[in-house]
């Protein structure tokens, strides 16, 4: 069945069905989001779990992870929330995109891997609303954001 692209601003939706079942395995969300190689390649996020409406990734930090004040990068803190926000609003949903997001940076990190957790909080036929937590392996809370999806 040939899946139709529809236009959404800059962004180029495929149709006709979701980019994962309600069910997938977590090989399948893995070849999935290995596409994603900003995150994947160059940030260094994994997917840990995820299922229907919730996700959880981490990184690993090292000193790519860094800014000159020798903290990590809001940038990198963004890129794994943002990474677990992908992987949870489209599994067993039409293919869906961030239209909107918000980060709160709540401290930093004395830990060497950072954990987000993503959850919707409503999905909608249109639009989605989430929340991402982000923690250190210390189990203290580093960021929060809320987006809002289209699909």
């Not at 293919?95 to 919707?120: E, H, K, M, N, Y």
């Not at 982000?134 to 929060?144: G, Q, T, Y």
């Amino acid at each position: 069945m040939a899946r139709a692209v529809r236009r959404h601003g800059n962004a180029r939706l495929r149709t006709g069905g979701p980019v994962l079942s309600d069910n997938p395995t977590l090989t399948e969300i893995e070849a999935v989001f290995g596409k994603d190689r900003f995150a994947t390649e160059a940030a260094g996020c994994r997917i840990v779990s995820a299922e229907r409406g919730r996700a959880v990734a981490e990184m690993e930090l090292s000193d790519i992870h860094r800014n000159a004040m020798g903290n990590v990068m809001g940038g990198a803190i963004f890129t794994l929330a943002d990474f677990a926000l992908a992987v949870c609003c489209n599994i067993g949903e039409e293919p869906t995109v961030s239209v909107d997001s918000s980060i709160s940076f709540l401290r930093s990190t004395q830990g060497s891997r950072l954990i987000a957790t993503a959850a919707c909080d409503k999905p909608g036929r249109h639009l989605g609303f989430y929340t991402v937590a982000v923690e250190d392996d210390l189990s203290k809370p580093i960021a929060r954001m809320t987006a809002t999806c289209y699909r």
